[in-house]
């Protein structure tokens, strides 16, 4: 079958992997790095509420929720005043988690219109899609045994598919392949469109239109491992992000501002530094220095080039 209807099966189907299984339990994500991260979404929540004028209702809502860390963390953090405006809403196909805080609303789609935030933490690169490969001929699909991940070349792509490549992942060699992203590209404009005023948020393993890898991002993760990516239940299914399209596809969705950057930049802008308490402090509080240190070091973490740093961040906002 194609690459998208595997990746669907193997993820959401009735047996499908996130039908089971909760993120956490098999790779690391910045909601779980650090509650440094839910304290900067939190921030950037307060910023979106002051800019909007301090709504009430104030929407938060999480996109591919998973167990809904980030929104409990949030909602637990936030001040009374805010909490009491919050409406909040984790999206996810998934069942409820239990002990999810009353207040949350657990759904499997975002609501028609939103006033506030919208965030996205490694959801789009979970988005099922397809992949091609450059041939003589032309690029074609290429079709995987969901069983075994055994593959071979199918047909040329529908033409909207080809445009995208055109455009987006242009195929210069044979050899070559690309996972066409138009899926992702109409779940955020989805995202977007239902944004009435505030931000939308997009985190995600991602790459630029300039420097896309010659053969594709599929990985497979298991129990905290990379594994091969077969597309049979048993692990979780992921390629990096083109954020770029997404992106366009956002403003043509009514994004009226969009910002690309880096976690990294992102959460720096947002109060998580890394830097380390002076060492003075460990003479007059020991506990409090070595509570500022673990800190420190879980936001290095999070904003560390090399790994969750490295991140691409899409935010677009409608006034």
């Known amino acids: 079958m194609t690459w998208r209807e595997a990746f669907r099966r193997a993820l959401y189907g009735e047996d499908g992997f996130y039908m089971r299984e909760r993120p956490s339990g098999h790779f690391r994500t910045s909601v779980g790095a650090s509650p440094a991260f839910a304290a900067a979404v939190l921030r950037l929540l307060i910023r979106v509420d002051a800019g909007l004028g301090r709504p009430d209702p104030l929407d938060l809502a999480d996109v591919g929720s998973g167990d809904g860390a980030l929104v409990t963390e949030v909602l637990r953090a936030a001040e009374p005043a805010l909490a009491r405006r919050l409406r909040v809403t984790a999206v996810d196909l998934s069942p409820r988690p239990e002990g999810l805080p009353g207040a949350v609303a657990w759904t499997p789609a975002l609501p028609e219109e939103i006033t506030g935030l919208v965030f996205a933490n490694e959801w789009l690169d979970n988005v099922p899609l397809d992949v091609a490969e450059q041939t003589p001929e032309g690029p074609r699909l290429v079709l995987v045994d969901p069983g075994t991940g055994e593959e071979r070349l199918d047909g040329p792509p529908e033409e909207r598919d080809r445009r995208w490549l055109e455009r987006w992942w242009p195929l210069a060699a044979t050899g070559l392949?690309?996972?066409?992203?138009?899926?992702?590209?109409?779940?955020?404009?989805?995202?977007?469109?239902?944004?009435?005023?505030?931000?939308?948020?997009?985190?995600?393993?991602?790459?630029?239109?300039?420097?896309?890898?010659?053969?594709?991002?599929?990985?497979?993760?298991?129990?905290?491992?990379?594994?091969?990516?077969?597309?049979?239940?048993?692990?979780?299914?992921?390629?990096?992000?083109?954020?770029?399209?997404?992106?366009?596809?956002?403003?043509?969705?009514?994004?009226?501002?969009?910002?690309?950057?880096?976690?990294?930049?992102?959460?720096?802008?947002?109060?998580?530094?890394?830097?380390?308490?002076?060492?003075?402090?460990?003479?007059?509080?020991?506990?409090?220095?070595?509570?500022?240190?673990?800190?420190?070091?879980?936001?290095?973490?999070?904003?560390?080039?090399?790994?969750l740093g490295g991140f691409g961040w899409l935010a677009q906002g409608k006034p």
């Open 177 to 307: 392949r690309a996972e066409i992203g138009r899926p992702r590209d109409e779940a955020w404009a989805g995202v977007v469109a239902r944004l009435a005023r505030g931000l939308a948020v997009a985190a995600d393993y991602a790459h630029p239109v300039d420097n896309r890898p010659p053969y594709g991002t599929l990985t497979g993760y298991r129990d905290g491992a990379c594994v091969p990516p077969i597309p049979d239940g048993s692990c979780d299914i992921t390629a990096h992000v083109a954020l770029d399209a997404c992106a366009a596809a956002g403003e043509r969705a009514g994004a009226i501002s969009t910002t690309l950057t880096t976690q990294r930049h992102a959460l720096r802008d947002l109060g998580v530094t890394g830097r380390r308490p002076p060492l003075s402090l460990a003479a007059t509080d020991p506990g409090g220095y070595l509570r500022a240190l673990a800190r420190a070091s879980q936001e290095a973490e999070l904003i560390d080039p090399a790994g």
